[in-house]
């Protein structure tokens, strides 16, 4: 490991570590309804410097600062797509949990189901050869 | 066709070792910026908003608090006092007099400062930690973003290049 | 001295295990006696030496010597004894002569308990897990050595990460490791079975009692973590599709194929060489975990401190041993000839539906693991792959396998009658059905496909019980006649069965009907959550052997009773400055009330998170089933270990 790579990498560490647990009460949002639109959404926004983490459920402090923008934009009247959205130009795809279809990702998705045709593909194969 | 079939494991793994040794390579840490390629995001601080920012010149994310910040304070004096590179700091999550006496004691090669004390700038920039650079061109769009504290390595394969220089 | 021993033996350990990598191969086609024999020794000896490191190294740990760099660096004096100890594997090095002691131990189990193997078999199973011990011993040696000293040493360690000081991590990672590392016998068998060129009904009943340990190990091991996760993270959770956790779930998806396929190897020498490559996939699995975790190509934060130059070495044991593997099967496998043939509708034909479902879901798990990796590679851009992915291909993948759980064993070989079958099945349909109305009576349609999965299944175990008993057929004499004599593998298979069953149920109910509150509390105040009363009576300061601590108090009420009170904890450790939450849980075995604490604001109160999980315990209680059911099979006397020439006395018995 480089230096600055592992001064960056002990940065990461300080910041992601959990300096107060997830979500506070005192983040959260006096409209139920709106509260309820924002932790659905914040279930699925990735804390970008967590490993795997959702920001509702991660307690860095990056995360809790998603989770403030995205109640900020949620009050200002964002659909929920403009509030991903308003995510996703900042931070890029990364931020959500769920990868967009994509060109970059059809692979991703598309090959579940190619395994599985191909395993039927062998099966029958195996079949047929032993008629 | 029944030996290749026999075959067709070993060619996966063979394609699968030999996309993991490439990817040995990689950082994960690194996350590339959707700001690349468009204007400044919009944000206003104290002491620092969008209009102020005139390229070409470099936005660099700072915070007292912040031990990489510290290692490459003399890269960003040299390139301020030396190169006459405009350079934009914005102090992330850090109280203005800590900021400023972070800048008192190393210097400041700053030509403004804004104080972004609850990170909400850093949210418009995208940051997900300090430090971070971000490299703006003459017409004000973010050209290339530097995460981590910057070494004269990427100062000079990155950044002057973007800069134009 | 003590670190220098260890370090020495190690060393002797490796030139051991070079020798028995060579010799005994060449001794098994030269039909030298002697040369075979010594796999035996060697395979002891390289087990009694890596004790003795391991010792070592404890000892370093228990005595909080500093001057040994990993000691220095994962310990401090403070910490209570256990975690002393336990921190022997909380690290890269520590864990690697932990992986190498299993390693070695289970290469010692072949030798001792192997007697029944033909000779040459043998030799060349303890030279193939001799190499995979070589490589293992000389990545420990040159990248990774855990006795390297510091001068001068310091006067106290750094910490452990006080998230690893807890028992459930704490013994999480032996369990694992001797399910990952059980799999290399596996591997081995496969790999010494294509150097002769050999793949019978011997050879699949060798395999499975060591896929069978591995395997409980394994299960064992990740509903340990599984468990840790849920009450030491905070929130709740119990699987987050992390690529640490899809590590060890990849090598159980493919494990589990292995079982099954090995049955349909062992009854009707049917999907031989098929069984071979899941053999070799299933470690294979194990090398790909071991190199994401510790190489830091897909994490940043979590995993052990990693280094480009170890995930060089591990991706090339991994290359040269599945690589070499898969050759040896490219150029034997097709020659192994065919099996005897089966219908689609047969037990076999289920068996291979079990297999098909089983990898397709671990190829896709695999790919949602890495697809981040390679977009990086290729500089296609960066994306999360997180659960919403791995829940939306996973279960529809799995759905198909959960449906032909319980008609599987019902099946005859050769050639089944699914009409019969389901007829048997009419009262597990009907559990399903009355789960799925339960369910939908509550407006949760994925919760009545889960329930009703879990009914039928489980419902479906008790019933093929029963078939094999003829319960209600016979006099209660004849059953219990028949009970007595049923084969272990009947009751472990069941019993596996019937853990996966409530695990389905775990996880559905936990999933669709959790109760959630987040809450600023003072002191006094009162919650409601799931027919509870939940009331802060305030919170203290409390000191830990190694850390500070704000204790709440909750008064968990039950129709104005007291029924139970609560203490959650936020932590702070000094020496690794880092905070922790400790979650309070209040059982039922039916449901957990899960309460954590977070800041306090002066104005508002404390943050107080209350969780009500229904059928939460039941995915560790399955779990535990389902390791039992492996353990139940393992003691079949058809597959135990030292009893061959006993069995030849007495054929009847096979």
């Known amino acids: 490991m480089t230096r600055p790579a592992a001064i960056l990498a002990l940065l990461l560490a300080l910041l992601s570590a959990p300096a107060q647990a997830a979500l506070d009460a005192s983040e959260m949002l006096a409209d139920p309804a709106l509260e309820a639109r924002a932790r659905a959404l914040a279930k699925g926004l990735r804390c970008v410097v967590c490993q795997n983490q959702s920001i509702d459920d991660s307690g860095a402090d990056l995360a809790r600062d998603l989770r403030r923008s995205l109640r900020a934009r949620l009050l200002a009247g964002d659909s929920d797509e403009e509030a991903i959205g308003y995510l996703t130009e900042r931070y890029g795809d990364y931020v959500l949990l769920e990868p967009p279809l994509k060109p970059a990702t059809w692979a991703l998705w598309f090959a579940p189901v190619g395994f599985a045709a191909v395993a039927l593909a062998l099966a029958l194969r195996y079949f047929r050869r032993r008629e | ?165 | 001295m003590t670190a220098e021993l260890g370090h020495f033996a190690l060393a002797l350990a490796l030139g051991l295990a070079l020798l028995q990598a060579a010799l005994p191969l060449y001794g098994a086609s030269r039909g030298r006696p002697a040369l075979m024999d010594l796999a035996r020794h060697t395979a002891l000896g390289q087990f009694v030496l890596t004790a003795i490191a391991f010792a070592a190294l404890a000892r370093a740990y228990v005595v909080s010597d500093f001057s040994v760099a990993a000691v220095a660096q994962n310990s401090h004096s403070l910490k209570p004894l256990l975690y002393r100890l336990t921190g022997v594997w909380g690290n890269h090095e520590g864990s690697l002569l932990l992986w190498l002691l299993i390693l070695t131990l289970f290469g010692a189990m072949v030798a001792v308990f192997g007697g029944s193997l033909r000779k040459t078999f043998q030799a060349r199973v303890l030279a193939v897990q001799a190499m995979i011990g070589a490589g293992f011993l000389a990545f420990t040696l040159f990248t990774s050595n855990p006795f390297q000293r510091v001068w001068p040493p310091p006067l106290d360690g750094a910490g452990l990460n006080p998230l690893l000081q807890d028992p459930g991590l704490a013994f999480h990672p032996p369990l694992l490791y001797f399910g990952y590392v059980g799999l290399s016998v596996a591997f081995s068998f496969a790999v010494a079975a294509l150097i002769e060129g050999k793949v019978d009904r011997a050879w699949a009943r060798w395999v499975r009692p060591w896929t069978l340990a591995a395997w409980a190990g394994l299960t064992a091991g990740i509903a340990l973590g599984s468990w840790w996760a849920y009450y030491e993270l905070g929130w709740g959770g119990f699987w987050f599709w992390d690529p640490v956790e899809n590590a060890s779930f990849m090598p159980w998806l493919a494990a589990t194929a292995l079982l099954h396929s090995a049955i349909a190897a062992e009854r009707r020498e049917a999907l031989r060489s098929w069984t071979v490559l899941l053999a070799i996939l299933a470690f294979s699995l194990s090398l790909l975990g071991a190199f994401l975790v510790r190489s830091g190509v897909l994490t940043s934060v979590h995993a052990f401190a990693t280094d480009p130059e170890r995930g060089v070495f591990i991706l090339l044991l991994l290359g040269i041993a599945t690589g070499g593997a898969l050759a040896l099967y490219a150029w034997r496998a097709p020659t192994l000839g065919k099996g005897a043939p089966f219908r689609p509708v047969s037990r076999e034909g289920a068996l291979l539906l079990n297999n098909l479902v089983l990898v397709t879901a671990c190829a896709t798990v695999l790919l949602g693991t890495l697809y981040p990796l390679f977009l990086d590679a290729l500089d296609a851009g960066k994306v999360s792959v997180g659960p919403p992915y791995f829940t939306a291909t996973f279960v529809p993948l799995v759905a198909p396998a959960l449906v032909a759980m319980a008609i599987g064993p019902m099946l005859a070989w050769k050639r089944g009658d699914v009409a019969g079958a389901l007829g048997r099945l009419w009262l597990a349909a009907l559990g399903a059905a009355l789960a799925a109305g339960a369910a939908f009576a509550y407006g949760e349609t994925l919760a009545a496909l889960g329930l009703a999965a879990a009914a039928w299944i489980g419902l479906g175990a008790l019933v093929e019980w029963g078939e094999r008993l003829r319960v209600g057929r016979t006099p209660a004499g004849e059953v219990w006649r028949r009970a007595r004599s049923m084969p272990r593998a009947a009751w472990g298979g069941g019993l596996a069965h019937l853990g996966v069953a409530v695990v389905v149920a775990g996880i559905t109910a936990s999933q669709c009907f959790q109760s959630e509150l987040i809450l600023a509390m003072k002191p006094g105040d009162s919650a409601r959550i799931a027919g509870y009363t939940i009331r802060y009576d305030g919170s203290a300061r409390v000191e830990g052997p190694n850390y500070r601590a704000d204790r709440a108090t909750l008064s968990v009420l039950r129709d104005g009773a007291p029924a139970a009170v609560l203490a959650p904890e936020r932590r702070f450790y000094p020496v690794e400055r880092q905070h922790t939450t400790e979650a309070a849980i209040r059982t039922t075995v039916l449901a957990d009330l899960y309460a954590v604490i977070g800041e306090e604001d002066p104005q508002a109160g404390r943050t107080v998170r209350l969780y009500h999980n229904p059928l939460v315990p039941w995915i560790w209680i399955g779990a535990i089933v389902m390791a039992l059911g492996a353990l139940i099979s393992l003691s079949d006397r058809r597959l135990r270990l030292a009893v061959p020439v006993r069995r030849r006395r007495h054929p009847a018995t096979a």
């Open chain 2, 1 to 165: 066709m029944r030996r290749l079939l026999f075959l067709a494991p070993l060619a996966v793994f063979a394609a699968l070792a030999a996309w993991l040794y490439v990817g040995l390579g990689g950082d994960p840490a690194r996350i590339p910026s959707p700001l690349v390629g468009r204007p400044a995001p919009a944000f206003a601080v104290d002491g620092l908003a969008t209009a102020d920012l005139e390229g070409p010149a470099l936005v660099n994310i700072f915070a007292s608090w912040c031990v990489p910040c510290r290692a490459e304070h003399p890269l960003l004096t040299h390139l301020a006092e030396e190169q006459g590179v405009a350079i934009y700091g914005i102090a992330y999550k850090d109280r203005p007099e800590a900021a400023n006496a972070f800048l008192a004691e190393l210097g400041n090669p700053y030509r403004k400062v804004g104080y972004d004390e609850d990170g909400g700038a850093g949210v418009e920039w995208g940051v997900t930690g300090v430090p971070e650079t971000f490299v703006l061109d003459a017409g004000g769009m973010v050209a290339f973003k530097h995460t981590g504290p910057l070494t004269p390595d990427a100062v000079r394969r990155d950044l002057l290049p973007a800069l134009g220089r």
